[in-house]
């Protein structure tokens, strides 16, 4: 029946719940300040790095209260099938794009656990963290960035669940 469900469309979306979220993450990683003020690059690498970032955040966030695996799995989900779309409009074909998906989950769990760490840390962990995942254009203002990233981080502290479903962070 949940096979049929889905396929006529009679259930909703599990991750529709997410989207706002998902499109904010998005917005928050085009915020220009990043490549004006943090030196990162404003570049494709330097977009996907800057929306990982934010992505990686908006999960730690969820992962600190607890219990909330699902929504970060359907984060995921959002994330899989936004980069996906972005390499089909790049022309990148179904045998490319698999591969290229995998590498890009590997590179998130990868990003999830050093900028983890180094929040939990010290700042000196996340900026060799930060160097070592962000394109940057100016390189020595790596520390501008994390000083930016340690602001955002405490403002999604901030942030209720119900406001990050709907979307918003915390000013």
């Known amino acids: 029946m949940s096979f049929l469900?889905?396929?006529f469309g009679n259930?909703?979306?599990p991750r529709e719940e997410w989207r706002a979220l998902w499109h904010r993450t998005v917005a928050e990683g085009r915020d220009p300040d990043?490549?004006?003020m943090c030196g990162v690059a404003d570049?494709?690498?330097g977009r996907y790095d800057m929306i990982t970032l934010v992505l990686t955040l908006v999960m730690l966030r969820l992962e600190n209260e607890g219990g909330m695996?699902?929504?970060?799995a359907r984060l995921t989900e959002l994330f899989v099938e936004d980069m996906?779309?972005?390499?089909?409009?790049a022309g990148i074909g179904d045998p490319t794009v698999g591969k290229k998906i995998n590498a890009l989950m590997e590179s998130l769990n990868g990003r999830i656990g050093a900028y983890r760490e180094g929040l939990r840390t010290n700042p000196k962990v996340l900026v060799e963290a930060v160097r070592r995942n962000v394109?940057?254009?100016q390189p020595d203002e790596a520390e501008a960035l994390v000083q930016r990233m340690a602001a955002l981080h405490a403002r999604l502290e901030r942030t209720s669940i119900d406001q990050l479903r709907a979307g918003e962070i915390a000013a």
Request: hydrophobic share 30%.
């Open 5 to 7: 469900s889905r396929l």
């Open 11 to 13: 259930r909703s979306d």
């Open 34 to 36: 990043w490549y004006r």
């Open 43 to 45: 570049s494709i690498e």
């Open 69 to 72: 695996e699902a929504s970060t």
């Open 84 to 89: 996906e779309g972005q390499m089909r409009e």
């Open 135 to 137: 394109t940057m254009a």
